[in-house]
Structures are given as C-alpha cells and as structure tokens.
Nanobody, 125 residues
Framework: QVQLVESGGGSVQAGGSLRLSCVASAYTYSRYCMGWFRQAPGKEREGVAGISPSGGSTYYADSVKGRFTISRDNVKNALYLQMNSLKPDDTAMYYC??????????????????WGQGTQVTVSS
C-alpha cells in the first residue's frame, strides 16, 4: 500500500506560479511511475504530467507543455509540479498518483493504482 499526500495548492492570479508537492510512503517509491492529474468541477479527471521511475523521462498534456514541469526526488520520496504562467482554465483539484511497476508513461487514470487526496488550485483572471 502506498500513501500519497499532496500540498502546495492555493489561489493565484493568472500569470502566477505555484509549486505542488507530493510525498509518498512507499520504501520502493523509486520503482513507481508517478503522475499528476487534475479534475475541474463537472469534468472528468485528466492527466497533466507523468515521470518515469528514474526521472529521466517525462510526459505532458498539450495544454500544459512549456508551462508546467514535473520532477521527483527519490531520496525524499517526493514528487513535484512546478506550474508557471497559470491560466483560469488550470483551476482544478490536483492529484498525484502512483503506477506500480512495471509501469508505462501513460496519463491514463485506469493505469494508476494509488492516489492522494488532492490539493486545490484556483486561478483568477
């Protein structure tokens, strides 16, 4: 069982930045693919960014490419999402998730086995 706890959400104006963090309980954290997802009210949960176990490969949804950066620290069992140039459309609950090994870098909610409780991001215009 893996427990994930997100933090770092908040309210910002358009054009601002936030950095989300997620800490995992698993001692085998370095073997998991990790991802960030988001869900806005009335919409389906969607993938934002994913990262390989080593951190050497990343993947982004088109809507956030060039603005968001996913990274991880396998010593600290931590996952990060740096969000720059935020837009009102980025407003959502953001979740981190873990995909058990063997894993692939696919931003499909059905592939991920463990989820955090979410952290709210609100971007005002």
């Amino acid at each position: 069982q893996v427990q994930l706890v997100e933090s770092g959400g908040g309210s910002v104006q358009a054009g601002g930045s936030l950095r989300l963090s997620c800490v995992a309980s698993a001692y085998t954290y370095s073997r998991y693919c990790m991802g960030w997802f988001r869900q806005a009210p009335g919409k389906e949960r969607e993938g934002v960014a994913g990262i390989s176990p080593s951190g050497g490969s990343t993947y982004y949804a088109d809507s956030v490419k060039g603005r968001f950066t996913i990274s991880r620290d396998n010593v600290k069992n931590a996952l990060y999402l740096q969000m720059n140039s935020l837009k009102p459309d980025d407003t959502a609950m953001y979740y981190c998730a873990a995909d058990r090994p063997p894993c692939t870098l696919v931003l499909d909610t059905r592939r991920y086995d463990y989820w955090g409780q979410g952290t709210q991001v609100t971007v005002s215009s």
